[in-house]
């Protein structure tokens, strides 16, 4: 691939754009300085980067990543009343270019404006899809606060099933246990609007914060902060797809 291409892809502008960065020498690949659009990259060789501006990057055909998000955001590329999550990653992964209408990564899910916790990202299609049906039962837990203290009660209804307002069919939780007075771990399989809190009001109860600690068998990384965002590796991709590791690059220990 040229190496004006492969700064498109990776979301640096458009292709004049790009040439216009390698020409001005602001661009490095595999750490040699690079002045010439054409020069041609070994990107399905092993680990590929590239520096811009002095930024490292790995080369990524489809991006994966994790956000630990924090309270007083929307996953939302048009926010109302609250900053969007997308303000919290770099320019070039907003830019990626994507099949269709949507550019750049692309929140899997939603989390309110007030939850926090473990968002994944992509521009892959298929892995967005699968993360969010429904067929495939995902679970994701909840680390949920309450206003008034669990009953045992409570658990059991959350286990055997509630029915909210807009569905007659029960929503049950896969798991949940009380860990305190007033806390609960809360799995669910499904991703219905709100449902986490309603599911809770439905019970007699009132969530007064909720953070999301797991997808699959990704648990968000203790040392990722609010706000902060990293790749997925390998590892962490397969344990999410309950597949075996493939050959995608190291993410390293990158905490941006």
């Keep these: 691939m040229r190496l004006d291409e492969l700064l498109f892809t990776q979301g640096f502008g458009t292709r004049r754009v790009c040439a216009g960065l390698i020409q001005q020498g602001l661009v490095s690949m595999q750490g040699l300085p690079c002045d010439d659009p054409a020069t041609e990259c070994p990107v399905e060789g092993p680990a590929f980067n590239f520096t811009v501006q002095g930024q490292r990057w790995p080369y990524r055909r489809l991006a994966y990543l994790m956000l630990h998000k924090p309270a007083?955001?929307?996953?939302?590329?048009?926010?109302?009343?609250?900053?969007?999550?997308?303000?919290l990653l770099p320019a070039p992964l907003r830019q990626r270019p994507a099949p269709g209408k949507t550019q750049g990564v692309q929140a899997v899910g939603r989390l309110d404006q007030d939850t926090t916790g473990l968002l994944l990202l992509s521009d892959d299609?298929?892995?967005?899809?699968?993360?969010?049906?429904?067929?495939?039962?995902?679970?994701?837990v909840y680390e949920v606060t309450t206003r008034h203290p669990v009953e045992a009660r409570q658990i059991e209804q959350l286990l055997s099933g509630v029915v909210l307002m807009d569905d007659p069919q029960p929503v049950r939780a896969a798991a949940c246990e009380a860990v305190?007075?007033?806390?609960?771990?809360?799995?669910?399989?499904?991703?219905?609007?709100?449902?986490?809190?309603?599911?809770v009001a439905a019970v007699g109860n009132r969530v007064e914060a909720l953070h999301r600690s797991r997808i699959g068998g990704l648990a968000l990384p203790a040392d990722l902060a609010p706000g902060q965002w990293c790749w997925l590796d390998a590892e962490q991709l397969a344990r999410l797809q309950g597949k075996q590791a493939t050959a995608l690059p190291p993410a390293g220990n990158q905490r941006i």
């Design 125 to 140: 299609g298929a892995f967005i899809h699968r993360m969010n049906s429904p067929r495939h039962h995902v679970p994701k």
């Design 72 to 87: 007083g955001t929307e996953c939302s590329q048009r926010p109302g009343a609250w900053p969007s999550i997308y303000t």
């Design 180 to 199: 305190a007075e007033h806390r609960l771990l809360l799995t669910l399989t499904e991703g219905k609007y709100h449902q986490v809190k309603r599911m």
